[in-house]
């Protein structure tokens, strides 16, 4: 009856938890009791609860995880590349390339009539676009680093907490194991901690002979060993990309090490790789077209001169702020002195020659010129070239990112048919323990119904 009892509380237990996320089913396992000696006969003694365990397969188990940190890290590149890429969509009309074609058109009507105000300030307002294009496409790509580094450091805090918890399952099933109880529900809670940090970062995580879990993360730096856990932070030093440096500090002492670069899967390590490879690099290009453009306009722009009470004027920058900049996308502008008189616009080639369109020809012209002797792109060439690389690795990624999903979709699918919890089966169990706590019950009432006929025929 004991048996019964306790196999349909086991059947119970499974049904309650059967959404509970990471449960795996237990069954209650039992064994022949030794045989009663009844002089020269062996008469058996029934059965006895030898366990309950868990339905768990840690070779699945282990796939699981593994295929769970590059998933992790597909997903979440995929979702930074999309952000990025959104940035340069062709069908946005206040692109780079947009306000640059713009600034062209607005050049060549310059060129038609070089002393008319109206061009010229149509000119001056295209340029003033096109600066802001480049400056909103930098401030853009600032802000999903910047957002990346504040979801880095939430991801850190969330896994300093589940690395935590598992030292304290640690502590706790090791306790229930001396006393022989058993610590199903905790080991099951545990294996979805290791399982949740594994989505996030490269790790490893292994039983020593006390049935404690050990892991280890990130350039095999230790993060737990019984009762005892590491810490990660988000620290204030620079790492060589220019970004805060991911630090970990082993067992919680003052001294941090910088595990930026062993970060190579997971969601730490997709936040990272568009934080410092994929968001810093269209930084860069952003920044070495603004730069590349606005100098080579200069030095043509300085050769030539304006109209009207400028007609004297030349050696003047048309865009300033790009010299000794560390992010010209950013800083770069249109010389005050253009603002505040657009007859300051070199076109002509001579001075006071009203109609002489020379410069502005020439400035036409070398938006169908290479950049540079270093880089033999024109200015709209580049700027497809680097937007059609990003286009690729955002496919890339994508497929990636699907056969991931995929691969996971089918693990979880097996991990379900070993672990969890069928409610046909259970209520088949329930029925089942329910006959034998019946057949059980009618033992004892016959061997009652035995003793009063005894105790009738005496007196």
Request: net charge negative; hydrophobic share 30%.
């Amino acid at each position: 009856m004991e048996n019964a009892r306790a196999g349909i509380d086991v059947a119970g237990h499974n049904i309650s938890n059967a959404h509970t996320e990471g449960y795996s089913r237990q069954r209650i396992n039992l064994v022949t009791k030794p045989p009663l000696e009844y002089g020269r006969q062996l008469v058996g003694d029934g059965a006895r609860i030898e366990n309950v365990t868990r339905s768990y397969d840690k070779l699945l188990e282990d796939q699981v995880k593994r295929e769970s940190q590059n998933a992790g890290f597909h997903g979440t590149t995929y979702d930074g590349l999309k952000k990025i890429e959104m940035l340069f969509d062709p069908e946005m009309t206040s692109t780079v390339r947009d306000k640059l074609t713009a600034f062209t058109n607005a050049l060549r009507g310059l060129s038609n009539t070089p002393e008319d105000a109206s061009s010229r300030t149509n000119t001056l307002e295209s340029a003033q676009n096109l600066i802001q294009a480049f400056q909103v496409s930098h401030s853009r790509l600032k802000s999903i680093q910047s957002d990346a580094n504040k979801e880095i450091e939430n991801s850190l805090k969330t896994i300093n907490d589940k690395l935590d918890e598992i030292a304290s399952l640690n502590k706790q099933i090791v306790t229930l194991k001396d006393d022989g109880s058993g610590a199903n529900d905790l080991k099951d809670r545990q294996e979805k901690l290791i399982k949740d940090l594994s989505e996030m970062t490269n790790m490893t995580a292994y039983k020593d002979s006390h049935d404690q879990y050990t892991i280890r993360g990130p350039g095999e730096s230790l993060l737990v060993e019984g009762g005892n856990t590491s810490a990660f932070k988000l620290g204030e030093q620079i790492n060589k990309n220019g970004q805060r440096a991911i630090l970990v500090s082993k067992f919680k002492t003052p001294n941090f090490i910088d595990v930026t670069e062993k970060i190579t899967t997971g969601k730490l390590g997709g936040l990272i790789k568009i934080r410092d490879k994929y968001s810093q690099e269209t930084i860069d290009n952003v920044n070495h077209l603004a730069k590349q453009f606005a100098q080579k306009f200069n030095e043509i722009h300085r050769q030539g001169y304006g109209c009207g009470d400028a007609g004297k004027q030349t050696g003047l920058h048309f865009f300033e702020g790009i010299e000794d900049s560390k992010d010209p996308a950013e800083t770069i502008n249109v010389n005050q002195l253009i603002v505040s008189n657009p007859n300051n616009i070199a076109t002509a080639m001579s001075q006071d020659t009203p109609g002489d369109n020379v410069i502005v020809n020439k400035l036409i012209k070398m938006f169908q010129e290479p950049i540079s002797s270093q880089d033999t792109n024109t200015l709209s060439e580049s700027y497809d070239k680097f937007v059609s690389k990003l286009g690729q690795e955002t496919s890339k990624t994508k497929e990636e990112n699907a056969a991931a999903q995929v691969i996971v979709s089918k693990l979880n699918a097996q991990h379900e048919a070993v672990s969890g919890v069928s409610f046909d089966e259970e209520t088949a169990n329930i029925f089942k323990y329910h006959q034998l706590f019946n057949a059980s019950s009618k033992l004892i009432t016959t061997a009652e119904e035995m003793y009063q006929t005894i105790l009738g025929l005496k007196r």
